[in-house]
Each structure stands twice: as structure tokens, then as C-alpha cells.
T-cell receptor
Framework: NAGVMQNPRHLVRRRGQEARLRCSPV?????VYWYRQLPEEGLKFMVY????????ESGMPKERFSAEFPKEGPSILRIQQVVRGDSAAYFC????????????FGPGTRLTVT | AQKVTQAQTEISVVEKEDVTLDCVYE???????LFWYKQPPSGELVFLIR??????QNEISGRYSWNFQKSTSSFNFTITASQVVDSAVYFC????????????FGGGTRLMVKP
């Protein structure tokens, strides 16, 4: 009965390091979404993936950010050369299909860049 | 382009009061979905409700009720007899049909219920 799992829950990185955030969707879900919540702000869409495909990355910053959802294993959001402005909560959501299924959210990963 | 506005950034009530959280949306699509999520102090997002654009019936779930009015592009959320455990940030969100279900969130309303 596992929901969406994200790890780590908290991640601290120094400026310039890489951050890797993992998301395991609900079993059987093939759609994954990443959202970012900056401090005191709402959530902003980043990227939408299906297995092995990026469907919509219109919300991803052009540089340093990448995402993947391989055939096997979790979805990964990767941030290279982190800066203080990357400090945020990153939420992953999954759904079984597109269309009218609600997205189930994970608990989030709180990234702090020092 | 889709947009969600939650004009109330913060609301404070005393326990047992009723409170309504406003949500106004903009979309050019005729098919879309509206959502409410709760984010308690622990930080996770809790799904509350989904409504599609073709179903304007209001909904009640316990102390929660939702009023969907297409004429005013609003999807307001009312908590009756509020409790301290209702204290959280509440987000309204919109998903346009055929858009890959990306959710556009409002800025959220922080509700504080005092004993």
C-alpha cells in the first residue's frame, strides 16, 4: 500500500555540488510529475515524464536541471552546480494515466543549499 | 494560459467558526479539472477534491464543502465548524484537459484556527 516515495526527505548541499532527488511512483503508475515549492510560494510545475520519455519540460530551468524516468527504477531529478536559489521543496507526483486521474503527491524533498 | 488566484493569503479564525477559502481560475479550455490540496505544517500535500468542468454540482464531505461556479470561474472551499487541526495552507489547482495534467497552483491560503 505504498504511496509515492521520495528520498531523501532532507538534503543539504554546498554551492556547486550536485543534488539528486529520487521519486518512486505508486506501483503501476507510469506518469511522474515534478513540482518545486520555493519558500512562502505555491508549487510550480517543472517536468512531466512517462517511462523513458520526457513529455513536457516547459517548467524546467534551461540550465543545470535534468530529469529522467527510466524503464526500471525511480525517477530522478538532478540539479548540477546548485546555487542558494535552488533551496526549495521538491515534490513528485504520479498518476496511472493522463486524462482525469488525480495526481498523488509524495512527501517532498527539502533541499537546502549552503 | 491557465492561471489560479487565491486572493486570501492568510485567514485567522477561532475554532468552530465557518470559513470560506476563495479560488478564481482562468482557462481557455472547455475541459479542465479543479483541485484542492491541503498542506499541513508537516509539509506533505493532501488531496482533498477533484472536480471536472462539466460537473457543477456542489459537493459536501463532512465539514468540507465546495462551490463550483463556472459563471464566475470560481471554486470556493468552505470549512464548517473549523477545528485547530484544519490549520494548514490550502492550495487550489487547475489542470487543462489534454495538457498532460500539469497542475497550475494558486499561491495558497494559510488558514490558522485558534482554540
Amino acid at each position: 500500500n505504498a504511496g509515492v516515495m521520495q528520498n531523501p526527505r532532507h538534503l543539504v548541499r554546498r554551492r556547486g555540488q550536485e543534488a539528486r532527488l529520487r521519486c518512486s511512483p505508486v506501483k503501476g503508475h507510469s506518469h511522474v510529475y515534478w513540482y518545486r515549492q520555493l519558500p512562502e510560494e505555491g508549487l510550480k510545475f517543472m517536468v512531466y515524464l512517462q517511462k523513458e520519455n520526457i513529455i513536457d519540460e516547459s517548467g524546467m530551468p534551461k540550465e543545470r536541471f535534468s530529469a529522467e524516468f527510466p524503464k526500471e527504477g525511480p525517477s530522478i531529478l538532478r540539479i548540477q552546480q546548485v546555487v542558494r536559489g535552488d533551496s526549495a521543496a521538491y515534490f513528485c507526483a504520479s498518476s496511472p494515466l493522463g486524462g482525469d486521474y488525480e495526481q498523488y503527491f509524495g512527501p517532498g524533498t527539502r533541499l537546502t543549499v549552503t | 494560459a491557465q492561471k489560479v488566484t487565491q486572493a486570501q493569503t492568510e485567514i485567522s479564525v477561532v475554532e468552530k467558526e465557518d470559513v470560506t477559502l476563495d479560488c478564481v481560475y482562468e482557462t481557455r479550455d472547455t475541459t479542465y479539472y479543479l483541485f484542492w490540496y491541503k498542506q499541513p505544517p508537516s509539509g506533505e500535500l493532501v488531496f482533498l477534491i477533484r472536480r471536472n468542468s462539466f460537473d457543477e454540482q456542489n459537493e459536501i464531505s463532512g465539514r468540507y464543502s465546495w462551490n463550483f461556479q463556472k459563471s464566475t470561474s470560481s471554486f470556493n472551499f468552505t470549512i464548517t465548524a473549523s477545528q485547530v487541526v484544519d490549520s494548514a495552507v490550502y492550495f487550489c489547482a487547475l489542470s487543462e484537459g489534454g495538457a498532460g495534467n500539469m497542475l497550475t497552483f494558486g499561491g495558497g491560503t494559510r488558514l490558522m484556527v485558534k482554540p
